[in-house]
């Protein structure tokens, strides 16, 4: 798609669709194999760099820790009142590969770039 350009979608109705219940157990390991082989496939051969903050991107970093070294970033502005920097440097303290930089929010917005 062009720079500019936007997609409008619009959903003249919905059908829900019935799908067996599967336990945890036996799902978790298939998604986090799904993810190992979608992180690998990405970092081959390059320079990776991730957030480190919440779930979803610790476990990101983490998977491609896993494959060579990460700068991993967290965004830290005491406004934010949640946990993820704790979270983080815990995490960093046992990955290897895993360099964590702390991004220290400014007194009255988010970092911009250049």
Avoid: W
């Avoid at 219940?21 to 978790?28: H, K, W």
Wanted: charge should be positive; include cysteine; aromatic fraction near 4%.
């Amino acid at each position: 798609m062009l720079p500019g350009l936007a997609v409008a979608l619009r959903a003249e109705r919905y059908e829900p669709v019935a799908s067996p219940r599967i336990g945890l157990r036996r799902q978790a390991p298939v998604v986090r194999a799904a993810l190992a082989e979608a992180v690998a496939a990405r970092v081959v051969d390059r320079p990776v760099s991730a957030g480190l903050a919440g779930l979803d991107f610790t476990t990101l970093a983490c998977l491609a820790a896993q494959r060579g070294p990460v700068a991993a970033v967290t965004f830290a502005d005491e406004r934010l009142r949640d946990d993820d920097l704790a979270f983080a440097v815990r995490t960093a303290a046992t990955m290897p590969n895993l360099v964590h930089h702390t991004v220290p929010g400014p007194d009255h917005r988010l970092p911009r770039g250049p």
